[in-house]
């Protein structure tokens, strides 16, 4: 399962982004697709996650009400629709994806992913 990530770029801040993950491979199934950031010299934090079966969805508090997360499940792709972006969400963006069943809580922690994308760079100028 290969996941890829694309969408990232430079934009002032105020600005919109959209960011895409699509998941490719021989067979793909996951529970839940997830998004998270890694600034500069932090640590890898929670974003948002979606879950394919009825598309709940979940917002680290840092993001609620600016960031929205869709899936198209027949093209096994998600979409991270980021609305008035600030500095602070400078980072490059990783999507995720796990094969099991698990709780919100636990989707906020990395370790719980079975598949990583490679990141995208977003840049939010001041």
């Known amino acids: 399962v290969q996941l890829q990530a694309c969408g990232g770029g430079l934009v002032q801040a105020g600005g919109s982004l959209r960011l895409s993950c699509a998941a490719s491979?021989?067979?793909?199934?996951?529970?839940?697709m997830g998004w998270f950031r890694q600034a500069p010299g932090k640590e890898r934090e929670f974003v948002a996650v979606i879950r394919w079966n009825g598309g709940s969805t979940y917002y680290a508090p840092s993001v609620k009400g600016r960031f929205t997360l869709s899936r198209d499940n027949a093209k096994n792709t998600v979409s991270l629709q980021m609305n008035s972006l600030k500095p602070e969400d400078t980072a490059v963006y990783y999507c995720a994806a796990v094969s099991r069943p698990i709780t919100t809580t636990q989707a906020m922690t990395t370790g719980q992913y079975d598949y990583w994308g490679q990141g995208t760079q977003v840049t939010v100028s001041s």
């Open positions: 491979g021989r067979t793909f199934s996951s529970y839940a």
